[in-house]
């Protein structure tokens, strides 16, 4: 689960890259903490 990420977290994951230099300190705030700790909790329940 801590491979998912929202927008908001982008960022500081080490997953993130972006190709084109004026596009890589943006992110949007959809998707912030406490919303990311529900879609976690509800996928973990999938059992994926």
């Known amino acids: 689960m801590k ?3 929202g927008h908001n977290e982008s960022l500081s ?3 993130h ?3 084109v230099n004026r596009l890589k300190s ?3 705030g959809d998707m912030k903490k ?3 700790r529900t ?3 509800e996928l973990a329940k999938l059992d994926c």
Do not use: L
């Open 34 to 36: 406490r919303s990311m």
């Open 39 to 41: 879609y976690r909790r």
């Open 26 to 28: 943006q992110t949007h």
């Open 17 to 19: 890259t972006e190709r």
């Open 3 to 5: 491979d998912v990420i």
């Open 13 to 15: 994951s080490p997953f």
